[in-house]
Each structure stands twice: as structure tokens, then as C-alpha cells.
């Protein structure tokens, strides 16, 4: 299967950077993910300009959002673009490994809170991928992850789809932000 030109190049040397050796929790695993982000952000937006020449319809905020949309695959799972050459998959599978044990710590500092609030039961992963702990970390965080991936974008950058933001009712203006402040939906 082929991949999108832009998951050949996707940004993610500070999620395969991190080091699990040291204290990683929601919060740090955060502040790595936004990294990631706002560097992604950055490269997209350095070769914005040089598409933009050769093709008008290359919409800025079009591309943060498949790369937003991407890195949240990535840290839910469900990535399924496993590389293209055995160097590339073996990254891969170190970043999802990587995330595997990051989500085990997350689980594990849940569960031995005196706040457990049925967290043991709804993240309970027999098979140590932890997916709906990492839907719900995405769901929690994905409003800061997309702050930082726009933030290069210029100030006038908009979505050229309509009605993109607010479940179909308003469109993203202004570096590609939703009045409301919603990660728009509409990729």
C-alpha cells in the first residue's frame, strides 16, 4: 500500500526521542506530543510556500489537520502506515513500543491513586496496548496538540471548507482556529 507523500515525513523525532527511563506521566508525554507537534507545524508551514507555487489548491490548514490527524493515530494506535523500508518500519515499531510502556506507566499511576474512580476497570489492557486510555488521553489533550501543530500557521490562514468547526456550523479563521475554539472536525 502507498502512503501519503506527508507520512513519509511526518515529525515525530520527539515522540521516538523520548526517554522512558525517566519519569514519564500524562503530563510530560503531553509537553512531548506538543513538541512534536509545534515541529511538524513548522516544517509544514517552511514548504507551504514552495507547493503553494506549483499547486493553488495546497491549503495550509488542510495539511496541519492530516498531520494532526495523523499524530493522533499514531498515539491512539491505529496507525497504519508501518514504514517504507526496514529502517523506517523498525522505527515504527520502537515509537509504538515506546508508547505501549509510556500508557502502562500512565495505567499503572491511575490505578495505585487513591482517585481511582473505576479507572482500573476502564483501562484494564490484558493485551498492554491500552487503547481506550489512549482515546481518552487523545480526547483530553487534542485541543493543546492542535494549538501547537497551528502554531507557525499565519495569521490569516483559513480552512477552504466551509463549515468546518462547531459540528458543521461556523468555519475556522485566523491561523486556522475555530471561533469557538474546537479542533475542527472536517479533514
Same mark, same amino acid.
Given at each position: 500500500a502507498c502512503a501519503p507523500f #506527508? #507520512? @513519509?515525513? @511526518?515529525?515525530? #523525532?520527539n515522540l521516538e526521542n523520548i526517554n522512558i527511563n525517566k519519569k514519564i506521566n500524562k503530563d510530560? @508525554? @503531553?509537553?512531548?506530543?506538543?513538541?512534536?507537534?509545534?515541529?511538524?507545524?513548522?516544517a509544514i508551514r517552511g514548504?507551504? /510556500? *514552495?507547493y503553494k507555487l506549483t499547486n493553488s489548491s495546497s491549503q495550509l490548514c488542510t495539511m496541519l489537520a492530516r498531520s494532526f490527524a495523523d499524530i493522533g493515530d499514531i498515539i491512539r494506535g491505529k496507525d497504519l502506515y508501518l514504514?517504507?523500508?526496514d529502517e523506517e518500519k523498525k522505527r515504527r515499531k520502537?515509537?509504538?513500543?515506546?508508547?505501549? *510502556?509510556?500508557?502502562k506507566n500512565i495505567y499503572e499511576e491511575l490505578t495505585t491513586t487513591n482517585a481511582k474512580n473505576g479507572a482500573e476497570a476502564r483501562y484494564q489492557d490484558r493485551?498492554?496496548?491500552?487503547?481506550?486510555?489512549?482515546e481518552d488521553w487523545w480526547a483530553l489533550n487534542r485541543q493543546d496538540i492542535w494549538k501547537a501543530i497551528r502554531c507557525?500557521?499565519?495569521? /490569516?490562514a483559513k480552512y477552504f471548507i466551509k463549515n468546518t468547526c462547531s459540528e458543521g456550523k461556523s468555519s475556522a479563521e485566523q491561523k486556522c482556529r475555530c471561533i469557538s475554539g474546537d479542533v475542527p472536525t472536517y479533514f
Open positions: #506527508r #507520512r @513519509l515525513l @511526518l515529525c515525530v #523525532r510530560t @508525554l @503531553l509537553a512531548d506530543v506538543c513538541l512534536a507537534a509545534l515541529h511538524e507545524g513548522a514548504d507551504h /510556500d *514552495k514504514g517504507y523500508d520502537q515509537l509504538e513500543n515506546k508508547l505501549k *510502556k509510556i500508557f493485551t498492554g496496548n491500552y487503547f481506550q486510555l489512549r507557525c500557521a499565519p495569521t /490569516d
